[in-house]
């Protein structure tokens, strides 16, 4: 812990504040609000469904919403509002299995051409400059038409693209944080390569990755749900916000409730972690 | 002299991203499982076929040989047939990319007119409710997936008010500015919460840099500060950003001809997913990675001629 106290040292002073200005942040305080509550949706959306997601009553079709069926049924007969609930611990699974891996390959990538640079960075430089040269969907959905669409080969496609923009992220902060004399100083000590990266250099490089890591998560909803309506993503029966609006889309002059509520849960999911993300990057920037 | 020289360094340095790019087109199909040649061929495909597309790719040589191949008859044009289609893929991206570019300029046209105006007020009223309302409300437009936003437009204008067309493409110029404008709406609500965002910054990074400031003490009236410095700079910043948001775009419109049964190369896509049709997919992501790098050099040529300092980088 002996090499830990210089930082944290400085940290403890500002720390509490922090806290307390996050928790005066309108903004930040309500997309926490959400993200809270769509965690709790999704991990115990049987508490909250009043019926089972995919039991079908044809004595019940496409019925407007009611006391009964607050968002209606679809055209099954089955509850749209339950359904809407049990696609929560779907898109929130999207939102962090469609990114966590691209994040931890892209930061360890990233932290290793960072610090040794040399030929490894010359190619990792190419191999972005080739990936971003797709657009982020087209190359997504190329590799699921290869894999075959579903959630798992979904993810893969995702990880296999999205990593670069960690790597990217990543290689640029510790290049940065080379420059800082506790990096100089760890290498003068002699420890080795792998603990200046993995134990000095990446706690200090880490909080831009966060950062976008929470914009990242929005994107995912979005991106999950665009691919669950193009048919690529989750499949039906499953009730995902994407398949769901895309299940209502023929009867949205009559049924509009089908599709209407779905992208409901879509732009507020999405908004709360767009705005637990900028409320971060706004504690973090530099005062003054 | 300087200007084609950065021009030229700026080719050669796509040449290495050009062959890796043609590397991840060439392994994606390599990707399936078992047999590229029965893929590619189709299902319904006799042994006599599969024969003749296993030669035609050289898929008994090694690799290497396999890849050259690809490349060489890529660079001559030969992007193989396409098995939905049954026609060359070059001819059949070719008969759609019009409309797919039609339907991405009339996007970019009218996301600056939306982007524009507003980041300026917001800018310009910064930290006021002027300013948070604008923000406010392309938050909640980021938040919004591309397809969702198209089906809530054409559901209330043109199915329900039936103000514009619910599909089709139109005859002449004028008709297809009136049969896309929903679709543009669409992909640009998506490319202006994203334009604004920027170019606030932009446009707050502007008014309080010191020449700026100088102007306001030399007691120039605040017109002339506007007009003649602040909006010529940062219409710099939005070509460069519209620029670099050139994927987004692209993503943007081909969900958007799908939602609009526009047909354009974004929908091709598609139609190619659910066919299997692979030299078609193969064709279309070289296709998207080629606009978006002319795009992205365009913007590189075009911000070192504005400012020559990037030239030396």
Do not use: C
Request: cysteine-free; aromatic content about 10%.
């Amino acid at each position: 812990m002996s090499e830990l106290s210089l930082s944290q040292d400085v940290a403890p002073v500002q720390k509490p504040s922090r806290i307390k200005m996050a928790l005066r942040k309108p903004g930040f305080m309500v997309g926490a609000t959400i993200i809270a509550i769509s965690s709790v949706l999704a991990l115990f959306p049987g508490v909250f469904a009043p019926y089972d997601p995919n039991f079908i009553d044809y004595t019940a079709v496409r019925q407007p919403p009611s006391w009964l069926h607050p968002f209606g049924t679809d055209l099954l007969g089955r509850d749209s509002f339950s359904r809407v609930i049990w696609a929560y611990s779907v898109n929130m699974q999207m939102a962090v299995l469609a990114t966590i891996f691209a994040l931890l390959i892209g930061v360890v990538i990233g932290a290793l051409v960072g610090y040794y640079r040399g030929i490894a960075d010359m190619i990792f430089g190419r191999v972005v400059d080739a990936i971003i040269t797709f657009p982020f969907l087209v190359l997504v959905i190329a590799v699921v038409a290869v894999l075959g669409p579903g959630l798992v080969n979904m993810y893969i496609a995702i990880t296999l693209v999205g990593w670069v923009y960690y790597a990217r992220l990543m290689r640029a902060e510790v290049i940065s944080q080379m420059g800082n004399d506790y990096a100089s100083a760890g290498i003068v000590m002699g420890y080795s390569d792998l603990r200046i990266i993995f134990r000095h250099l990446l706690p200090n490089a880490i909080t831009p990755i966060v950062v976008y890591w929470m914009t990242d998560m929005a994107l995912a909803i979005l991106l999950g749900s665009s691919l669950g309506y193009l048919g690529l993503g989750a499949q039906p029966p499953q009730a995902e916000w994407g398949v769901l609006i895309a299940e209502g889309r023929n009867f949205i002059t009559t049924a509009w409730w089908l599709s209407l509520m779905p992208g409901i849960a879509i732009v507020l999911t999405g908004l709360g972690f767009s705005l637990i993300g900028d409320g971060i990057a706004d504690l973090l920037r530099p005062r003054g | 002299m300087a200007g084609i020289q950065y021009t030229l360094n700026r080719l050669v340095l796509m040449i290495p991203t050009f062959l890796l790019v043609m590397i991840i087109i060439f392994l994606l199909v390599r990707l399936l499982p078992g047999d590229p040649a029965i893929a590619i061929a189709g299902d319904k495909a006799s042994d006599a076929d599969i024969a003749a597309i296993r030669e035609k790719l050289g898929l008994n040589a090694p690799l290497w040989t396999q890849f050259w191949f690809f490349l060489t008859n890529t660079l001559q044009g030969d992007l193989g047939r396409s098995i939905l289609l049954r026609a060359p893929v070059l001819d059949v991206i070719l008969a759609r990319l019009p409309t797919t570019i039609f339907l991405a300029v009339y996007a970019v046209s009218l996301s600056i007119l939306i982007a524009g105006p507003l980041a300026f007020l917001a800018a310009v009223n910064r930290g006021k409710w002027q300013d948070n309302l604008i923000r406010a409300v392309f938050q909640v437009g980021l938040s919004m997936p591309v397809f969702y936003i198209g089906l809530i437009l054409l559901t209330f204008l043109a199915a329900q008010l039936r103000l514009f067309p619910v599909g089709g493409y139109g005859e002449t110029f004028l008709d297809r500015m009136y049969h896309l404008f929903l679709p543009a709406v669409t992909v640009a609500l998506y490319t202006s919460a994203i334009l604004m965002r920027n170019l606030r910054a932009a446009i707050i990074e502007v008014l309080d840099a010191e020449y700026v400031q100088f102007a306001r003490a030399k007691g120039l009236p605040s017109r002339l500060i506007l007009g003649r410095h602040v909006l010529k700079n940062a219409l710099i910043s939005t070509v460069t950003l519209l620029g670099l948001s050139i994927g987004q775009l692209m993503s943007g419109t081909l969900v958007t001809e799908t939602v609009f049964a526009v047909p354009g190369v974004g929908r091709l896509m598609l139609e190619a997913i659910f066919a299997r049709d692979y030299p078609l997919i193969q064709g279309l992501t070289l296709t998207f990675a080629v606009l978006v790098s002319s795009v992205f050099l365009m913007t590189d040529l075009f911000q070192s001629w504005l400012d020559p300092r990037m030239r030396l980088s």
